[in-house]
Nanobody, 125 residues
Framework: QVQLVESGGGLVQAGGSLRLSCVAS????????MGWFRQAPGKEREFVGT???????YYADSVKGRFTISRDNAKNTGYLQMKSLKPEDTAVYHC???????????????????WGRGTRVAVSS
């Protein structure tokens, strides 16, 4: 059973930065596609970005140029570096992972098998 645990959330002022981590245990992390999603109060879960098992990345337009996803397979850890944060980035951020051998990016939450419980990010204006 794969478990994902996020950390790194917190309260930050607009324009600030945070780095979220997602540690995976119980699986072969290097073969997984990993995604980040967020959910703000009263809103639907939103795709943030994803990193393919090959290392290539894809981002939502709302975060492109501000957020960077990376991974360290030796540490079974994925990262979401967030810069130039805005109040509208306030949400609970979840990482997700799924085994993959395809060349496609996983953008829809239904494509992911494993989910973390989330870490809260609050951006004050």
């Amino acid at each position: 059973q794969v478990q994902l645990v996020e950390s790194g959330g917190g309260l930050v002022q607009a324009g600030g930065s945070l780095r979220l981590s997602c540690v995976a245990s119980g699986g072969t992390f290097a073969s997984y596609n990993m995604g980040w999603f967020r959910q703000a109060p009263g809103k639907e879960r939103e795709f943030v970005g994803t990193i393919h098992w090959s290392g290539s990345t894809y981002y939502a337009d709302s975060v492109k140029g501000r957020f960077t996803i990376s991974r360290d397979n030796a540490k079974n850890t994925g990262y979401l570096q967030m810069k130039s944060l805005k109040p509208e980035d306030t949400a609970v951020y979840h990482c997700a992972a799924s085994p993959s051998s395809s060349s496609y990016y996983y953008i829809s939450p239904e494509m992911y098998t494993y989910w973390g419980r989330g870490t809260r990010v609050a951006v004050s204006s």
